[in-house]
């Protein structure tokens, strides 16, 4: 067997290289985890960060949420404010009609006997008391003075009668009594089902609510698409004459349809909506709060608060409205 010789240099190059490939992978390997550890730590630091970031963010939401406000600088604002409580809803539609006479309080005066009119006592405008004379006239038939009375009282409002006239049979005297007055509604098709006799009714005049209650539904005449609801006002304003209420003046009235005791409500005037949803703010010492609450049924005053509030907190319940424009304002100050 022929051994083969090796140059002594060729072995010493080859184990050189043999000894640098070796050697090779373990910085490669130590530089990889020295990186990915690198990493590591660049990535828990982010972490870090963010949540710092969002728990910075979340205490300025919080901060953001309150509004400071002395009950100095509030009551020159306007601002005031009411306790949650429970109490009635009621539900209404509005109606829209005239004022009337009571036709069994309207009397129309002619003279008993035909003669010729001697004096007139009474005059346009005159409030009159029921046996009151109003005019003496001579009869034609017995030439005797006779008195011409009042059958009501009320007020004079129209007269046909001067010295010397012949009576005839015509008006001489027109008395309205206008203690009682009632309004006349047209009720359209979409609202008939919704009104009905003894419901309450209330009407805005002069800043004075007057209550009334619908007496009767009637059709319309002639075959008009409407019903009319006759209803009697209470409580009147007197005297009863511009500017107050009379005859033939054109109103507009709320008839309560539904009424709901509910167990929270809070004045309309205190929603307010915020990202669309609406709040109430709620008072705690010198801090308001914008609180979302659920609303329920509602009237022309009030809503049921389903949930969000309790009963006997302090709410701002009029000129709610600065305290949202406030709070946009502190917002749009602190995003610059």
């Known amino acids: 067997m022929k051994l083969i010789k090796f140059n002594p240099l060729f072995i010493k190059l080859l184990a050189a290289l043999f ?11 130590a530089h990889s ?12 630091n982010e972490n870090k960060h963010k949540a710092e970031s969002e728990e910075h963010d979340d205490d300025h939401d919080e901060h953001q949420a309150e509004i400071k406000l002395t009950d100095a600088v509030a009551k020159q604002a306007g601002v005031e404010f009411s306790q949650v409580q429970g109490g009635e809803i009621k539900q209404s539609v509005q109606l829209f009609g005239q004022v009337v006479l009571d036709p069994t ?6 003279a008993r006997f035909t003669g010729i009119i001697d004096k007139v006592m009474a005059n346009t405008g005159d409030t009159v008391k029921k046996g009151q004379v109003l005019a003496e006239i001579e009869s034609n038939e017995s030439l005797k003075i006779y008195r011409l009375k009042s059958p009501i009282a009320g007020v004079i409002t129209a007269r046909h009668a001067n010295p010397g006239e012949l009576t005839q049979q015509q008006i001489l005297f027109t008395i309205n009594n206008i203690d009682q007055i009632w309004v006349e509604f047209k009720v359209f098709p979409s609202q008939a089902a919704k009104v009905n006799q003894g419901q309450a009714v209330f009407i805005q005049s002069n800043n004075q609510t007057i209550r009334g209650s619908i007496k009767h539904i009637l059709p319309a005449q002639e075959q008009k698409p409407y019903l009319i609801a006759r209803a009697l006002l209470d409580d009147l304003p007197q005297p009863i004459q511009p500017p107050n209420l009379y005859p033939g003046l054109m109103i507009s009235a709320q008839v309560i ?10 004045n309309n005037k205190a929603i307010q909506e915020i990202d669309g949803q609406p709040v109430v703010f709620i008072k705690q010492g010198q801090t308001f709060t914008p609180t979302p609450v659920t609303i329920g049924l509602k009237d022309q005053q009030y809503s049921q608060i389903l949930s969000g509030l309790a009963a006997g907190q302090t709410y ?3 000129n709610s409205y600065l305290l949202k424009a406030e709070l946009g304002k502190s917002a749009a100050e602190h995003s610059h």
């Open 257 to 266: 349809t539904h009424t709901e005791t509910v167990a929270l409500k809070v």
């Open 19 to 29: 000894a640098v490939v070796v050697a090779m992978p373990q910085p490669l390997l």
């Open 105 to 110: 309080q309207v009397s129309h005066v002619r």
């Open 316 to 318: 701002v319940s009029t």
């Open 33 to 44: 985890d020295n990186q990915t550890q690198h990493d590591q730590d660049n990535h828990q």
